[in-house]
């Protein structure tokens, strides 16, 4: 029988963080990026707060990776207190997906979520 260990990272951490004040902001930069590179991007949602984060590659960091630690080179976010699957900009719907049950991506929400509001509280 094959042995299976789940192990999510221990450590996320994140070098760049751009808040925009509302979900469309954010879908507005993600739809250009979409249409000037023709690439499909996604949102991730959970905690509240719907986000795109650009992970390093394990590849570029692999004694990082192994010791369960990666990076974020940047992270931007909204506030989004119920879950769509989708935002809607202008003719353009920017896919949500709800990362809820994925432990590390709930985690890493939860932290920008906490994040943020302390920040709004020192402004």
């Known amino acids: 029988m094959v042995s299976?260990?789940?192990?999510p990272p221990q450590e996320i951490v994140v070098t760049g963080l751009t808040s925009f004040t509302s979900q469309v902001n954010l879908?507005?930069?993600?739809?250009?990026?979409?249409?000037?590179?023709?690439q499909p991007l996604a949102l991730y949602w959970a905690e509240g707060v719907v986000f795109l984060a650009d992970f390093v590659e394990p590849e570029a960091l692999p004694e990082e990776y192994v010791k369960g630690r990666i990076y974020a080179s940047n992270i931007s976010h909204a506030p989004?207190?119920?879950?769509?699957?989708?935002?809607?900009?202008g003719n353009i719907e920017?896919?949500?997906?709800?990362?809820?049950s994925n432990i590390g991506l709930r985690d890493l929400a939860r932290w920008i979520r906490e994040n943020q509001q302390q920040d709004s509280e020192k402004s």
């Not at 299976?4 to 192990?7: C, D, Q, T, V, Y």
């Not at 989004?80 to 900009?89: A, G, S």
């Open 80 to 89: 989004m207190p119920k879950y769509n699957n989708f935002v809607r900009v």
């Open 27 to 38: 879908a507005s930069m993600v739809a250009f990026v979409m249409n000037v590179s023709g």
């Open 4 to 7: 299976i260990i789940h192990s």
């Open 94 to 100: 920017v896919p949500v997906i709800d990362v809820t």
